[in-house]
């Protein structure tokens, strides 16, 4: 059921409006080996224009440092002989920088993916480029309160509409986050 949200739009019911109209935007995610940010082994990037997805990128990264915790691989799946092979993180990046270029990054948790990239940017002697961060986890926190039972990837992204059949795949994850910022932000 609709509402008049008092702009003359109408809004699903229980959905705030929203902030902002973010049509333009570079959903991201990381997945690490290990406890260390600078362990990303796969990142997973959906390109939004014009509120419409555009493009998708998933890569395979070598970690570093270069070991897998049993933690993490019990949560993605991935071991060392997944990612023995994959590309340092710069050679990923310079695929990946052109394409989101001049685009803000939203992430799910972002303060995570954020961290993850500037310590990674670190780690190889990287200038930084000032990516702005959006966060689909704040933004769902403030729209949706304590309607859902929780903030988790998964819940948010079946509220917006979205089935997320492969929780903590790095793209599955940038897709998800790139439905639920295009409700929420």
């Known amino acids: 059921m609709n509402r008049e949200n008092g702009t003359g739009q109408t809004k699903p019911q229980g959905v705030s409006v929203r902030k902002r109209d973010m049509k333009d935007f570079a959903a991201i995610d990381f997945e690490t080996a290990n406890s260390r940010r600078t362990s990303v082994c796969s990142v997973g990037v959906v390109i939004v224009r014009g509120g419409e997805i555009a493009g998708s990128i998933y890569r395979l990264i070598r970690p570093r440092p270069n070991f897998y915790s049993r933690f993490t691989t019990e949560i993605h799946g991935m071991t060392y002989e997944d990612t023995a092979d994959a590309p340092d993180f710069p050679e990923v990046w310079a695929g990946i920088a052109p394409r989101i270029e001049g685009l803000p990054l939203v992430a799910h948790n972002s303060p995570f993916d954020e961290g993850c990239l ?15 961060f959006f966060c689909t986890l ?48």
């Open 138 to 185: 704040r933004a769902s926190r403030r729209v949706f309160g304590r309607e859902l039972p929780d903030h988790r990837l998964h819940t948010v992204s079946a509220r917006c509409g979205f089935d997320l059949q492969s929780h903590h795949h790095a793209l599955a994850d940038a897709e998800a986050c790139a439905v639920i910022a295009l409700k929420l932000l």
């Open 118 to 132: 500037r310590a990674v940017f670190q780690l190889y002697g990287m200038p930084y480029p000032e990516y702005r």
